[in-house]
């Protein structure tokens, strides 16, 4: 009996360990923790988009929706980016890619109280899309100047 007890104990630690990671680990979807909270992580990512040289096409904040029709939401801010140099190899190749853009980065509070930055994988998008071989040194550059604008939004 205790054996079993035992046990049960285990998988139930083990379930609430990986339980975060599955909540992270949604296909295509890069999530990083931010050393800040939601409006500095926002102010950072921001400034980072436009120290690259990207457009800030649009900033969604899902919370003052929210908020507005009075519904509670912890904050939850998009902003949507890019450039037409990035973006236009990869429509050459399969159109139909233009649906995932311009880029996309989501900043939001989990029920802890964490906040979290999220992002397509370039890499994932172009599978998604079927763009070919031709795009192979666009998607890497995007990924590393997705993951370098990551870093600069999320860590001291």
């Not at 007890?5 to 609430?16: C, N």
């Not at 139909?96 to 939001?108: E, F, Q, R, Y």
């Not at 795009?135 to 890497?140: I, L, Y």
């Amino acid at each position: 009996m205790r054996l079993s007890g035992l046990i049960r104990i285990l998988a139930l630690i083990a379930a609430v360990c990986l339980w975060e990671t599955q909540i992270m680990a949604a296909e295509g979807l890069i999530t990083i923790k931010s050393s800040f909270g939601p409006e500095d992580t926002m102010k950072r990512l921001e400034a980072e988009v436009k120290a690259k040289g990207l457009t800030v096409f649009a900033h969604v904040d899902h919370a003052a929706g929210a908020t507005a029709v009075g519904l509670p939401l912890r904050p939850t801010d998009l902003v949507i980016f890019g450039n037409a140099k990035g973006g236009t190899p990869l429509m050459q190749q399969a159109q139909t890619i233009g649906i995932d853009l311009p880029l996309k980065a989501l900043v939001w509070q989990d029920e802890q109280g964490a906040t979290w930055l999220s992002y397509n994988d370039p890499a994932y998008l172009a599978g998604r899309h079927g763009v070919g071989e031709p795009a192979t040194a666009v998607v890497t550059a995007m990924t590393g100047a997705l993951r370098a604008i990551a870093a600069k939004a999320t860590a001291p």
